[in-house]
């Protein structure tokens, strides 16, 4: 009798989950998104467009007038950001360059505009050297600082980073509280990095500013996933959605809860494929790799990774994705010396702790432990604390003998497959 009725029981949870749609696991709901997933107007991108018309032709008129060139070269950016067509990021920068021109270098707002644009592009010494020229000018000496601390950051010099990030302290600018988070977040002390983030977003919505209530929405939705805070992602990502429905972004998002968090794949692809009719970039081709290798669909994985290399080929990505290409490459034999290539130039191009662990991943993928070591050892060791980076180290201490040192980071990582991915709970179990 007891058997019975535990056999009642269960099956009376499994129709009440199948009746509700929804298990304890389950945070996404289609309802909520659906209608972002149809659209067929982007107003952000019609004005752009009509911006660019009206400009271009106050720019024929009148060629002398260089300012032009760079309201053009933000609708261009506009463009990028919706599409995603790297054509548009190169457009920006050839007209901020022909406006940088004819002021002769000498405009701050028109250097930080290329500064920025060259970050993008991962160019990130010759956006440090623009916002150099720009602090020596004088002028809006406090904005140029904050993109100092935004290209020390990406260059890996800290400690210059934090002088700009001190320059400009206030607890009520919203400037400062998103950087001083991303300081924190750099740091590994989320929780604080969350703490200023939100009070960021207390500010923009006081404001009622837009542009900055959607950056600060997807962006917690970021930190607030890291944290293992689902539900509070989703919700982040769905009010991001609310004041932007075009925002592929927060959809991203959504779609990597329900593939990391729920396992559904089904809707993952549902999403992804949505987003990727309108904004389509080479990650995409990675995640939908991602997700067929978790599905065990291995000619799916190689179709998406090949479409991915061919979509590189096709198009000039510069070193944006130098990063993706090295854990691609080195996870297999056969490329693991390209990777080693690629993780070379990453280094010398940004020597951060992060990039610094790509090249002691490679090394460890094409067999030299003893290097990966020493390299992990004198540049990646409590100096980055992002999972994947986490994994590596255990991984190479693993391979040096050094068993004691992966009890506490493996302890970690368990916290972490959400953000790292359900095809890393295996791996992690094997450290």
């Known amino acids: 009798m007891k058997t019975l009725s535990k056999i009642l029981s269960l099956l009376c949870v499994v129709l009440l989950t199948s009746c509700t749609g929804k298990s304890d696991n389950q945070i996404t709901n289609a309802t909520d998104y659906e209608k972002y997933l149809h659209l067929n107007d982007n107003k952000s991108l019609d004005l752009a467009h009509k911006e660019i018309t009206f400009w271009q032709n106050k720019f024929d008129e009148a060629p002398n007038q260089s300012p032009y060139l760079s309201l053009i070269a933000s609708n261009y950016a506009v463009l990028f950001e919706y599409t995603g067509k790297i054509e548009n990021l190169y457009k920006t920068e050839s007209l901020l360059e022909a406006s940088n021109r004819a002021t002769h270098y000498g405009r701050v707002g028109t250097l930080r505009s290329l500064a920025r644009n060259y970050i993008a592009q991962h160019r990130f010494k010759e956006a440090l050297a623009l916002a150099n020229t720009a602090f020596a000018i004088g002028e809006g000496k406090k904005e140029t600082q904050k993109l100092l601390f935004d290209v020390q950051m990406e260059l890996g010099n800290y400690k210059e980073a934090l002088s700009?990030?001190?320059?400009?302290?206030?607890?009520?600018?919203?400037?400062?509280?998103?950087?001083?988070?991303?300081?924190?977040?750099?740091?590994?002390?989320?929780?604080?990095?969350?703490?200023?983030?939100?009070?960021?977003?207390?500010?923009?919505?006081?404001?009622?500013?837009?542009?900055?209530?959607?950056?600060?929405?997807?962006?917690?939705?970021?930190?607030?996933?890291?944290?293992?805070?689902?539900?509070?992602?989703?919700?982040?990502?769905?009010?991001?959605?609310e004041l932007d429905p075009n925002y592929s972004y927060a959809l991203k998002g959504i779609a990597w809860i329900a593939f990391s968090h729920e396992k559904n794949t089904t809707e993952?692809?549902?999403?992804?494929?949505?987003?990727?009719?309108k904004h389509n970039t080479p990650d995409f081709y990675l995640l939908k790799a991602q997700i067929a290798q978790f599905e065990g669909n291995t000619v799916e994985e190689n179709k998406n990774t090949k479409a991915y290399l061919t979509m590189l080929q096709t198009h000039d990505y510069g070193a944006m994705y130098n990063k993706y290409n090295v854990l691609l490459f080195a996870d297999k034999k056969e490329t693991a010396?390209?990777?080693?290539?690629?993780?070379?130039?990453?280094?010398?191009?940004?020597?951060?702790?992060?990039?610094?662990?790509?090249?002691?991943?490679?090394?460890?993928?094409?067999?030299?432990?003893?290097?990966?070591?020493?390299?992990?050892?004198?540049?990646?060791?409590?100096?980055?604390?992002?999972?994947?980076v986490q994994y590596h180290l255990a991984t190479i201490y693993k391979a040096n003998n050094f068993a004691q040192k992966i009890k506490p980071i493996k302890e970690e990582l368990l916290k972490s497959t959400y953000e790292l991915g359900p095809n890393m709970e295996s791996k992690i179990a094997q450290l």
């Open 164 to 241: 700009n990030l001190d320059a400009i302290k206030d607890l009520n600018d919203y400037d400062y509280l998103i950087r001083i988070a991303k300081w924190n977040d750099h740091n590994g002390d989320l929780p604080t990095a969350i703490q200023f983030m939100e009070k960021a977003r207390t500010i923009a919505e006081k404001e009622d500013n837009k542009t900055l209530r959607i950056w600060s929405y997807s962006n917690l939705g970021d930190f607030y996933g890291h944290a293992g805070r689902i539900q509070d992602s989703y919700n982040s990502y769905l009010k991001t959605l």
């Open 268 to 277: 993952a692809k549902r999403i992804i494929a949505s987003i990727t009719q």
């Open 337 to 388: 010396l390209k990777a080693l290539e690629i993780a070379k130039i990453e280094v010398n191009h940004r020597p951060t702790p992060d990039s610094y662990d790509l090249l002691a991943w490679s090394y460890y993928n094409t067999g030299d432990a003893k290097k990966a070591l020493e390299i992990a050892q004198n540049h990646v060791v409590g100096k980055s604390f992002e999972p994947r």
